[in-house]
């Protein structure tokens, strides 16, 4: 076998190794820069989350309760700009417990007793700056924990805690290549980015009549009237208001006055006094005759 073309187990490895390397470059490359970025405030001890300077959401964290700093061995947490290069955990269930950046099958409730480990989710932070650089190094996370009653004062050993299901929430929304900062002062108040509401739909409604009350009394239904006498009460009333000149007097009503009654008169004779002289007349005429 010609020594020269033997390639020794070490070589292949090394050449191996420094492709991946050379690959993860080329992708970290090829990746667009993300528009979202992560702020924490130590005074506020709050994580606001930020898209393109709105602020979208913000929550409850803790910082080291030793201070601020990147030495080694130190607890304490690094200021500056930092990126997210790893996040573990994706698809475990909330409380999930993280030993060494693995599951050892066990979920713990939100403040269980005398526990405090890594649970749920991890975003693995490298310094992007001189007073950061060890961060990585000193496996400086984001996570969550179990004693959330903590959050809001400084309570942790470097990294910086969540609540369990915020962690969760954050792991989500922010991707690897996103940029942290650390900062002493507040959290910027950003313009918050909020819902839009629903436009209320206008109802107009019509103004209806007043109902009649129902009652027994029945309903006068019209009754249809014969063609030949609707047409004859048509003619007739056309030709009463044709034969009417001029402005209608008012009719009166004629008076009949009462007729007196002739008394008839009697053609009986009264009778006369018998006297001397009318008897003589009387046998005169009996007497020619």
């Keep these: 076998m010609n020594s020269s073309s033997y390639t020794s ?9 420094n492709l991946l390397a050379g690959t993860a470059i080329l992708l970290s490359a090829c ?4 528009s979202s970025e992560v702020v924490v405030s130590v ?17 409850k964290i803790s910082t080291s309760k030793f201070g601020l700093g990147d030495s080694p061995g130190s607890n304490r947490t690094p200021l500056g700009k930092h990126e997210i290069i790893a996040k573990i955990g994706h698809g475990l269930p909330t409380g999930a417990v993280l030993k060494s950046r693995s599951w050892n099958g066990e979920v713990l409730k939100p403040n269980a007793p005398g ?16 007073g950061n650089r060890n961060a990585m190094k000193r496996y400086i996370y984001i996570h969550g924990t179990p004693e959330e ?9 470097g990294c910086i805690r969540m609540g369990m299901k915020d962690v969760v929430e954050v792991f989500n929304d922010v991707p690897i290549g996103a940029k942290v900062v650390v900062t002493r002062g507040g959290l910027p108040s950003g313009k918050k980015v909020e819902a839009q509401p629903t436009p209320e739909v206008e109802v107009v409604i019509a103004q209806q009549a007043p109902v009649p009350p129902v009652t027994n009394k029945p309903i006068p239904v019209a009754i249809p009237v014969p063609e030949a ?3 004859t009460a048509a003619s007739a009333a056309k030709s009463k208001s044709e034969a009417k000149v001029g402005p209608e007097a008012p009719t009166k009503k004629s008076e009949s ?3 007196a009654k002739a008394k008839s008169k009697s053609t009986s004779v009264k009778p006369q ?14 007497s020619h005759s």
Excluded: C
């Design 9 to 17: 187990p070490h070589a292949v490895m090394m050449a191996a190794r």
């Design 229 to 231: 006498k609707a047409d």
């Design 31 to 34: 990746t667009s820069t993300p």
């Design 115 to 130: 526990r405090d480990p890594i649970v749920s989710r991890i975003l693995w932070l490298r310094g992007m700056e001189s």
């Design 273 to 286: 006094k018998m006297t001397t002289s009318n008897r003589r007349q009387v046998l005169a005429s009996h």
């Design 257 to 259: 006055k009462p007729v």
């Design 43 to 59: 005074k506020d001890q709050k994580m606001g989350l930020y898209n393109e300077g709105h602020l979208v959401r913000k929550y």
């Design 149 to 157: 009653s903590r959050l809001g004062k400084p309570a942790s050993y």
